[in-house]
Each structure stands twice: as C-alpha cells, then as structure tokens.
C-alpha cells in the first residue's frame, strides 16, 4: 500500500493506493480511476473506493491510526519549537492555525517528557502521556513491559495503578496449567479491585501478574551471579 500526498478538489490529500499507482493530476487524464482505486482523505470526509476487500480496508485503518498517533508527536514538537523560538509571537501562530492552546499544551508537554530516541513507535502517544510524570528510569520500565507485552494503555494503567496500590494478586493454590484455586473472598476482592481500575477482572489480573513477573524477573536479572 503507497501513502502519498496529493491535491484533492481543493485540499491537501493523503492517498492511500492499493498498489503503487499514482495519479499524475487530479484533474488530468486517468485521475478518476485514480480515485476509484484509492482511499483519499480530505478535510471533511474519507473517500473509500467500491470494491474495497476487507484486508485493504484493514489497512488502510492501521495507516490512518498511525498518522492519527503520529500527529499527536508532530503537533507538540510543533509547539516545543515555537516556544523556544518565538517566544513572543507563537501564541499568534495558534490562533492563526485554528488550534486548541489547551489541547496543544498537553501535546508539547509528552513531547518534551520524551526525546525522540526514546519514544516507541510500537506504542501509541497515549502510552507516552500515561507515562509522562514519572521519572526517566520509570517511563522506559514500563514502557518497556508495555511494549513487550503488548498492553493497550487501559492495562498499562491497570498495573500501574495496582503496583502503587500494592494490589498484585497473590495465588494460593495451582489446581491445573491454566486454572487457579482461589477462596471466594479473595475472589471478590480481586472483583472489587479491578472496578475501581475500570476494567474487567480478567484484564485486572493479567496486566497485574504481567508486571509483578517482569519486576522479579529484572530484579533478578540485576543480582550478582553466585560464586
């Protein structure tokens, strides 16, 4: 799939071609089949070609949640370099743009948080600004354990949340590889645990045990070999 950006009636235009086809002007000769062939984005709307299988309609999500996530990154190093360099005039810049100061602010602040050597691009903008008021040695831990396990930022926040309450559930009894004998009352209080996380106890209690085992295991990693 090419990703190529183009004019469409009147507007700056992301193409996202099913093969490497591009059209030479969007008013010249074959710029209609172009268009059938391709999925355009313009201001107001998202052109989907008929036709359209599901695989390159799963694509072409993938492409624009990354450019989603990418924006995120480009509009607060946007405003980073305006502040630094136009101290006096970048707030006129914001307002001429039609953009949210607020909204922006926020952006700038995760940018600034996190040189660009150390963002992950595996893990959304999202993840970075859960991170973002933790120390140095704290973002890339977990952003570490995040990327390896693959957590979306809702179980991320989950073991975060339970690490600090010191919440990790403790297992009593292995019945069978993939079943756990629990009391009931630990049962509940685990339930009660993970809705006060906002999350379903299943999630509650693999994202707790994902970053109890990854603590031990970088603990032991860190210990000096006995001799």
Known sequence: MTNQVKGYEGSRTVVFGRAAKVVSSP??????????DQVLTTKVGLHIPRGFSFEEWERAGHRLSGLLNSSSWWLGDWLVYGKDHYADRYERGIRAAGLQYQTLRNYAWVSRRFAVHRRRSE?????????ASLTVEEQDTWLDRAERMKWSTKKLRTAIRAQREGTLPRMDTVAAKHRLAVPDNRLQWWHQAAAQAGTALEEWVTATLDAAADQVL?????RPPLI
Do not use: I, N, T, V
């Open 123 to 131: 893990l959304s903008f999202q993840h970075h600004a859960d991170l």
């Open 218 to 222: 970088k603990e032991a990693d860190r």
């Open 27 to 36: 008013a010249g000769p074959g710029a209609e089949e172009g268009r059938r």
